[in-house]
């Protein structure tokens, strides 16, 4: 009998103890569920992949700019280059 009632109290405990666990785990769910706004982890992740790949796009067509109106400015200034490779020493009237 004392058996009986020590498994009795026994189950009672881990019956209570599943039913805090539960009671937890629907709190922590509805929690999540609440606090959830528009902002997600995933989408700010989203957002800073986006912002990078902008960024990168820009700082690529800045330099393609600066390159242009840099040769734009050597060729006003020197000319047009002269092609140094089909020249010889024997054909100097390229370089003038």
């Given at each position: 009998m004392a058996d009986d009632e020590a498994k009795k109290a026994k189950q009672a405990e881990i019956e209570r103890k599943r039913?805090?666990?539960?009671?937890?785990?629907?709190?922590?769910?509805?929690?999540?569920?609440?606090?959830?706004?528009?902002?997600?982890?995933?989408?700010?992740?989203?957002?800073?992949?986006?912002?990078?790949?902008?960024?990168?796009?820009?700082?690529?067509?800045?330099q393609e700019r600066k390159a242009a109106e840099r040769r734009r400015i050597i060729e006003e200034r020197c000319g047009k280059p002269k092609n140094i490779e089909e020249a010889n020493e024997g054909n100097t009237n390229l370089l003038d």
């Open positions: 039913a805090e666990v539960r009671k937890r785990m629907e709190e922590a769910s509805k929690a999540k569920k609440a606090k959830k706004g528009f902002m997600t982890p995933e989408r700010k992740k989203k957002l800073r992949l986006l912002l990078r790949k902008k960024a990168a796009e820009e700082l690529k067509k800045e």
